[in-house]
C-alpha cells in the first residue's frame, strides 16, 4: 500500500512512521508513506498557502489552488482509491474503516490546518472525511498518523503472527480480555487458573467470555 500525505507541518509526520509496526511494515515493502509539504506547491510570494476567509471572521482557511496543484500532481502519478481529509467534522474512525482501507492499494491524506481547507476542495476532490474523535487537534497531522497506524498494522503480513490483529478488541465488537504474563505469582496476585492449564478450548472459552463481560460493562453501545 501506498499512503502520500499533504500537509502544511511535515515535520510533526516524521517519527510516528519511523518505529516500531510502521517501520517494520515499510522495510517489508508493504507499506510506503510519502509526505508533502503543502508550501512546495503554492506559486504565492512566500510560499503563501492560507489566506482571510470572505465574510469576514476570525481564522485562516487553507485556499484553493496550492492544495488542487497538489493533489493533481500527485494524481498524475499515482491513481488513488480515495483522497481523505482529516477533519473533526467528518465520520468518526473505527475499526470497520480500518479494515476497509486496509483493503487498498493507494491512499491520499490531507491535513487541514487554521480554520480548515477551502469547501470547494472537499465537493471536488475529497472522496473521505475521517475524524478520529470528537476533539479538536491543531491539524490534521496527528489525525493522520493514527489512521496510518490503524491501517497499516492490518495490512497483510505486517504483524508477525497474523492473527493477532484478529483478536484486537473491536475485531468482532467485543473488547480484547485480559492478557497476562510471567511471573504466576506476584504479591500473592495468582494469574487465573485457566490460562495454565493448557486446555486451548477452555482458554479460548474463558476468552470470550471474558471479552464478553467486559464489553458489557465498559461499552455496552457495542453488543
Ligand atoms: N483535525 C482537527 N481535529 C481533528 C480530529 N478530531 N480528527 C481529524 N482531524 C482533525
Known sequence: MRIDIITVQPGLLESPFSHSILKRAQTKGLLEVHTHNLRDYSMLKHNQVDDYQFGGGAGMVMMLEPVVNAIESLQAKVKYDEVIYLTPDGETLNQRIANQLSLKGNLLLLCGHYKGIDERIRIHFVTKEISIGDYVLSGGELAAAVLVDAIGRLIPGVLNDETSALLDSFQDNLLAPPV????????????????????????????????????????????
Open 180 to 223: 497476562y504474563t510471567r511471573p504466576e505469582e506476584f504479591r500473592g496476585w495468582r494469574v487465573p487458573d485457566v490460562l495454565l492449564s493448557g486446555d486451548h478450548k477452555k482458554i479460548d472459552n474463558w476468552r470470550h467470555d471474558q471479552a464478553l463481560e467486559r464489553t458489557k460493562e465498559r461499552r455496552p453501545d457495542l453488543l
